[in-house]
C-alpha cells in the first residue's frame, strides 16, 4: 500500500510518466515480495523498463521491486545489472555512436555473469553508429529485436545474460516510447503469445485473435469481439457483444462477472463506438485508455488485465486501414505467496504498422508529400512524396501531447517549416498563394484563450490555417476559443483532452481539410492535404523598395520564384553587368565567418567568373586569413589567399595583425573601373575590429575609391557561449559557468568598438558614406527548434546595438528574417548561391 500510494503522488507529480504510474502499482499489487523472502522464492520481483526517442521525450527509465532506481543516465545505452534480491549491482550509459564508448560497452556487457539479470534502455538517437559488435553485446541479453531500432528510435531491455529476452521493445521515432514489463524468476516462464487484428466497416470488416501463433476459429461479428483466459492464461470463454443492435449490458455483466486480474482479448469488427457510460468505464477497467476517440466504425484492439491495466491497446480512424497489436502474457512464476499470477511481459501500445510517411521529409527540390501522406505507412520519396504541380500546396501537420512527443511541426511543400513553437495551441496561418505566414502561439494550458480568439477572428474569411497542440492546451481552452477553432473547421477540437495531440489543416469559415485528434498515450496526431491556390505574378507591377534606408524590408516569402515582401515592394534587380558598373571603381571589403565567406565567393563570381573557386584558391574556413581579388573588365586581374602564420581564431597579437597589413598593403595601385574586394576572415568581434583597423591604417590609395564594408559576426559566439561546443576554439566562452546573460553582454562589450569605427568611416562624405554599409544577422540557417531562441537572442543583440547608429549609410540587413523566406536555399546551415545572390540584390 505504501509502494502503491507512493507511485500515484508520482504520477500526479510528473516524476513517473503517466504510464508508469497506471502500471507499476498493479505489477506491484500482483508481484510485490517481502525482500526477506525473495531469496527463498528464487529472485521473483517485478522490474520495468521505459525508454524514449528524441522526438518522444528522450528518457530511460528504471524500475525494480519497491521501485525507480537510482540511475543517473544521459544520450546512449543505460545498461544495468541486477542482483537475485533485486538490489542495483551496477549501471553505466554508453554514447556509442563513439568507438571508445562502443568498446567499453561490449566490454562491460561481457564481463557480466552468466544468468545475472540485465535492464538496457536507450535515450535520444543511438541509430546512427550503432556497430555490430554493440548489437551483440545487447543479442547475449537476449535482445533479439535490436536489428529493428531505426533513426531517433527507442529501445527497451528485460533480458538475462546469457539468456532470452523476457520483455523487449523497439519503438519507431514519435510512436511513443518503448515499455516493457516482466517478472524476473530463476524459474522458468510461461506464457501465452497474442497477436490481435481488427478492422472497421470501411478498412477489411474482420477481427482476428491469434494464441501463440494460432488462430481461434471464432465466430465474429459486428461490434465487440471478446475472449476471455484464465489467469493462468488458459482459454475461458468467447463472445460477440453486438452494442449496436442489442446495446452494452452484456459486455458490461460479462466484464464485471470476471475475477481481478483476469487477461481480456477484444477485437472491434464493423462498427464498435456504441456504448454506454457503463461499458466505456468496465473496458477502462481492463486498461481502454483510447476509447473517447472511438469514432463510427474505427478499427480498435486492446489485450488488458482486468484491474490493472493494458498489455497492448491500438487504434485507427475510419480509412486508416486495419491495425495490429503484439503482446505476450505469461501465468505465475512459483508460488510467490499463492498471490495472483503475474505479468510476465506486456508491451504497451504496440502496432505493426511500421515507419510512417507523416514522418518523412521528400529528400529533394521539386518534390511534395502525397495528399494522404498522414494515412500512409512507409518511407522514402516514392512512397511518400510526388513531384510537385504547379498551383498546389502540400501540407503536413504533426501534433504530440507531453507524453508522447511534445512537439507541434509543419510541412510545406515536402519540407519542414523552422518555426519555434510552445505550449499549447500553435496557429500557422497561410497566404493566399499557400506560403507560410508568422506563426503565433498561445499558451492554452494557462491562459492565451483570449488572445487566440482575438488572433483568429482578425483573419479574413477564407484564411487557410494549420494547426497543432503541443505539450497541454486544454487547461484554459475555453469555449469562445474551442469555437474559434471550429469556425476554422476544427469540428473535434471539443475532443481534445489533457495532454491530447491535435492536427487540423482547416479554411476560416469552411471547412476542415484534414483533421485529427487523440488523448494522451495514443502517439502523434497527424493531417495533411493539399490546397489549390493561385499564383501571384505581380510582382513587376509593384513599386520598388527603399533601400537605402536603415532598415531595408526583407520580410516575405518565396512564390513562384518570386521573393515576395511583405512590404509589398519589390527590389531593382542587377544582372551581373549592371552590379559591375554600380561596383565600378570601388573597394568592398567584406568581414565575417562562413556564411559571409560564401557571400563574397558569390559577389566575386557573380563580377568575374570563377574569381575565387575555395579549393583552388584556399578560399575554405580555416585555410586562409585574408583573400584579396581586384577586378577589371570582367575578369580577375590580381588574386591572393593567404593563411598568415600566428593568426588564429583566438584574440589576434600585434604580429598578426602587422601580417594582414603587410598583406592588404601588397595590392597593386587601383585602376579605373576596377573593383576590389577583401574578404577578412573573422570569427569574433575582435578580429573584425582588426580588419577595420588595417584597412583604415593602409595608407592605400584605394582608400581614395568609394568603399564599403559588410560585417556579419554572430555565429561562432552562438556555437561557443550559447550552445557550448565542444570544437570551441575560446574555452572562456563554451566554459559551463559562463551564463547566457554574461555572454552577450561580452559579445555587445565587443562589438561596439566596431560599430562605433563603422559609424564614422560609413558617415557622409567619409570614404563609405556614398555605397554605404551593413551589419547583418546571422544568416537563417534551419537550426533545430530547441536552438532558434539562442540564435534569436544574439540576433536581438545586433539589433539593439545598431539600433541608436542606424541610418541610411549604416544599414542592417537582417539575413536571418531573409532567409527564412526562402528557408530550402540553405545547406547544412549556409546560405545557398541563390541565397547569397538575393543578399546582394539587397
Known amino acids: 500500500r505504501q509502494v502503491s500510494r507512493r507511485a500515484s503522488f508520482a504520477g500526479m507529480m510528473d516524476m513517473w510518466r503517466p504510464l508508469a504510474a497506471r502500471m507499476w502499482p498493479a505489477l506491484l499489487a500482483m508481484a510485490l515480495v517481502p525482500p526477506q523472502a525473495r531469496g527463498a522464492l528464487g529472485a521473483q520481483f517485478p522490474a520495468m523498463v521505459r525508454s524514449a526517442g528524441h522526438d518522444n ?98 529501445y527497451a531491455l528485460l533480458g538475462r545474460k546469457g539468456g532470452e529476452a523476457l520483455a523487449e521493445q523497439v519503438s519507431e521515432q514519435g510512436d511513443g516510447p518503448a515499455v516493457v514489463a516482466s517478472v524476473y524468476g530463476r524459474g522458468g516462464v510461461a506464457g501465452v503469445d497474442i497477436l490481435v487484428q481488427s478492422a472497421g466497416f470501411s478498412d477489411g470488416n474482420f477481427a482476428k485473435i491469434f494464441l501463440n501463433g494460432d488462430e481461434l476459429g471464432l465466430s465474429t461479428g459486428r461490434g465487440w469481439n471478446a475472449v476471455f483466459l484464465r489467469p493462468d492464461g488458459a482459454f475461458l470463454a468467447s463472445h460477440v457483444f453486438d452494442t449496436y443492435k442489442n446495446g452494452s449490458a452484456e459486455l458490461v455483466a460479462a466484464i464485471d462477472a470476471l475475477e481481478a486480474g483476469s487477461p481480456v482479448i477484444f477485437a472491434v469488427q464493423d462498427d464498435g463506438s456504441t456504448l454506454s457510460d457503463g461499458a466505456r468505464a468496465a473496458l477502462t477497467s481492463c486498461g481502454g485508455t483510447l476509447l473517447q476517440n472511438l469514432d463510427w466504425r474505427s478499427s480498435y484492439a486492446l489485450v488488458g488485465i482486468k484491474g490493472a491495466g493494458a498489455m497492448a491497446e491500438a487504434m485507427a480512424a475510419p480509412g486508416e486501414g486495419a491495425i495490429n497489436v503484439t503482446t ?9 505467496l499463492d498471490m495472483a499470477p503475474v505479468i510476465t511481459t506486456t508491451t504497451i501500445t504496440t502496432t505493426t504498422l511500421g515507419p510512417h510517411c507523416g514522418f518523412y521529409e521528400c529528400s529533394m527540390t521539386g518534390l511534395v508529400h502525397r495528399e494522404d501522406a498522414a494515412l500512409i505507412t512507409g518511407s522514402g520519396d516514392e512512397t511518400c ?140 496526431a497527424m493531417a495533411s492535404a493539399h490546397l489549390q491556390i493561385e499564383a501571384d505574378v505581380s510582382a513587376a507591377s509593384k513599386p520598388k523598395c527603399p533601400a537605402r534606408v536603415a532598415y531595408p524590408p526583407v520580410s516575405g516569402w518565396m512564390s513562384n520564384g518570386q521573393f515576395e515582401l511583405d512590404e509589398g515592394c519589390r527590389y531593382s534587380l542587377f544582372e551581373p553587368s549592371g552590379a559591375a558598373m554600380c561596383l565600378a571603381g570601388s573597394w568592398m571589403v567584406v568581414i565575417g565567418g562562413s556564411n559571409t565567406v560564401l557571400m563574397a565567393i558569390r559577389l566575386a563570381n557573380m563580377l568575374a567568373p570563377e574569381a575565387i573557386q575555395p579549393v583552388r584558391d584556399g578560399a575554405t574556413m580555416g585555410g586562409f586569413t585574408v583573400v584579396d581579388v581586384i577586378i577589371e573588365g570582367g575578369s580577375k586581374v590580381y588574386g591572393v589567399a593567404r593563411k598568415l602564420e600566428g593568426c588564429s581564431a583566438l584574440r589576434q597579437d600585434q604580429a598578426c595583425k602587422a601580417a594582414i597589413a603587410d598583406l592588404v598593403a601588397e595590392a597593386p595601385m587601383p585602376a ?85 569605427k563603422l559609424e564614422d568611416v560609413c558617415a557622409p562624405g567619409q570614404p563609405a558614406g556614398q555605397l554605404g554599409c551593413v551589419v547583418g544577422t546571422t544568416t537563417f540557417q534551419n537550426p533545430a527548434p530547441s536552438r532558434i531562441p539562442i540564435y534569436a537572442a544574439y540576433n536581438d543583440a545586433i539589433r539593439e546595438a545598431i539600433a541608436p547608429k542606424a541610418s541610411d549609410t549604416l544599414r542592417l540587413v537582417d539575413f536571418w528574417v531573409m532567409g527564412q523566406a526562402m528557408p530550402d536555399e540553405n545547406i547544412l546551415g549556409h546560405g545557398s548561391p541563390a541565397l547569397n545572390l538575393w543578399n546582394w540584390q539587397v
Open 672 to 756: 579605373e573601373g576596377a573593383t576590389r574586394i577583401t574578404l577578412f576572415s573573422a570569427q569574433f568581434w575582435d578580429h573584425a575590429l582588426t580588419a577595420m583597423e588595417t584597412t583604415e591604417a593602409s595608407g592605400h590609395s584605394w582608400l581614395s575609391t568609394e568603399m564599403a564594408f559588410l560585417v556579419q559576426v554572430s555565429a561562432w559566439d552562438i556555437y561557443c557561449a550559447g550552445m557550448k561546443v565542444s570544437w570551441c576554439p575560446r574555452k572562456e566562452l563554451n566554459d559551463a559557468s559562463l551564463s547566457m546573460q554574461d555572454a552577450l553582454a561580452q559579445f555587445k562589450a565587443d562589438m561596439d568598438p566596431v560599430l562605433a
Open 328 to 336: 505476450r502474457y505469461g501465468g505465475p512464476i512459483g508460488s510467490f
Open 385 to 524: 512524396c510526388e513531384e510537385a504541380t504547379l498551383g498546389v500546396v502540400s501540407l503536413v501537420v504533426r501534433s504530440a501531447g507531453f507524453s508522447d512527443g511534445n512537439v507541434a511541426e509543419f510541412y510545406f511543400n515536402g519540407q519542414q517549416v523552422q518555426v519555434s513553437t510552445g505550449r499549447g495551441i500553435n496557429i500557422l496561418p497561410l497566404r493566399a498563394d499557400g506560403t507560410p505566414q508568422r506563426l503565433e502561439s498561445f499558451d492554452t494550458c494557462k491562459a492565451g484563450a483570449e488572445e487566440l480568439v482575438a488572433f483568429l477572428d482578425a483573419l479574413p474569411a477564407g484564411t487557410h490555417v494549420v494547426i497543432a497542440a503541443r505539450d497541454e492546451a486544454t487547461g484554459n481552452l475555453t469555449d469562445e476559443a474551442r469555437a474559434a477553432i471550429e469556425a476554422c473547421g476544427g469540428s473535434l477540437i471539443g475532443n481534445l483532452t489533457y495532454r491530447g495531440a491535435y492536427a487540423l489543416i482547416g479554411e476560416k469559415g469552411g471547412t476542415a481539410l484534414a483533421e485529427r485528434v487523440l488523448p494522451e498515450g495514443a502517439g502523434y
Open 57 to 154: 521525450g528522450s528518457f530511460p527509465e528504471f524500475y525494480a521491486a519497491d521501485g525507480r532506481l537510482d540511475v543517473v543516465t544521459s544520450w546512449g545505452f543505460t545498461v544495468v545489472t541486477l542482483a537475485d534480491n533485486a538490489s542495483l549491482m551496477d549501471a553505466q550509459t554508453f554514447r556509442t555512436d563513439h568507438p571508445d564508448q562502443a568498446k567499453a560497452m561490449v566490454k562491460f556487457i561481457d564481463h557480466i555473469s552468466e544468468g545475472n539479470f540485465v535492464m538496457i534502455a536507450s535515450k535520444g538517437d543511438v541509430y546512427h553508429g550503432l556497430a555490430d559488435r554493440v548489437k551483440e553485446a545487447i543479442r547475449s541479453c537476449g535482445g533479439e529485436s535490436i536489428d529493428e531500432l531505426t533513426f531517433r528510435g527507442a
